[in-house]
């Protein structure tokens, strides 16, 4: 299946960049490309891509606006909704997610990982950049003093010492490619281990998986 996308940034090199990355992928296809926010809601309205790729910072609406009007609550049929901005604020995601993105990246995110992005979004999954990914999961870890917490269930079956490596990786930000080259492993394999730990764990991705490793304390130093 080919995936249709939409690209809206209001700087042409942006989104010539972008285009010339994505667009080397057999899968990939981009339909549109808008260079303001009603722009690209207009054209998503009428083109329905599979993913619509949108910058924060655009005139006329800025990008998580226009999220909410593709995408937010209350919206029939939403559209998936990646959020590719350069500007790496709490705020920002909390609110893209909240407006219904289902992916948030910062602009200088390697080629692969956009590309990794584009097909969760297409499949309805979220990705968020593993730097903002680290940064918001980590107050989720204990801290010396605090009252302990009602414990989690434990995994349907232990994780094994290689499991526990991906998924300390995986909480520290790391891409599937950057996991393989860690652990002298192939892509496969991270593959292999990462659908293991979700069973195990009865999450659904790898933003749940990092949740999952910072609460539960297993995020030591790398």
């Given at each position: ?7 809206a ?5 942006i989104?010539?960049?972008?285009r010339m990355i ?5 899968d990939?296809e981009?339909?549109?490309e808008?260079a303001d926010?009603e722009?690209?809601v207009?054209q998503?309205r009428?083109l329905?891509?599979d993913v619509?790729l949108?910058d924060?910072?655009?005139p006329k ?8 009007l593709l995408a ?25 997610l909240?407006n219904g993105a289902?992916?948030f ?8 990982l ?8 297409a499949a309805g ?9 680290v940064r918001?999961?980590s ?6 003093g605090?009252?302990p917490e009602?414990?989690e269930?434990?995994?349907t ?6 499991e526990?490596?991906?998924v300390?990786l995986?909480a520290?930000g790391n891409?599937n490619d950057?996991i393989?080259?860690r652990?002298f ?6 593959k292999?281990?990462?659908?293991n730990?979700?069973?195990k ?12 490793a910072?609460?539960n304390?297993v995020?030591?130093?790398?």
């Amino acid at each position: 299946m080919t995936i249709r996308l939409l690209l809206a940034d209001d700087q042409d090199m942006i989104r010539t960049a972008f285009r010339m990355i994505l667009t080397t992928q057999p899968d990939i296809e981009v339909v549109a490309e808008a260079a303001d926010g009603e722009a690209a809601v207009d054209q998503a309205r009428r083109l329905r891509p599979d993913v619509c790729l949108l910058d924060i910072r655009m005139p006329k609406l800025d990008g998580l606006e226009a999220t909410r009007l593709l995408a937010g609550p209350g919206v029939r049929n939403p559209l998936n909704v990646l959020i590719v901005t350069t500007f790496d604020l709490d705020e920002y995601v909390y609110r893209a997610l909240r407006n219904g993105a289902c992916g948030f990246l910062l602009k200088d995110t390697s080629p692969n990982l956009l590309v990794e992005a584009v097909r969760a979004a297409a499949a309805g999954t979220s990705l968020i950049s593993p730097a903002v990914t680290v940064r918001l999961l980590s107050h989720l870890a204990p801290r010396r003093g605090d009252e302990p917490e009602t414990p989690e269930a434990p995994p349907t079956e232990p994780l094994t010492e290689r499991e526990l490596a991906v998924v300390r990786l995986v909480a520290h930000g790391n891409t599937n490619d950057e996991i393989a080259g860690r652990l002298f492993v192939t892509l496969s394999t991270v593959k292999t281990h990462l659908a293991n730990v979700q069973r195990k764990l009865a999450v659904r991705n790898r933003v749940e998986i990092a949740a999952w490793a910072w609460r539960n304390d297993v995020c030591s130093p790398l």
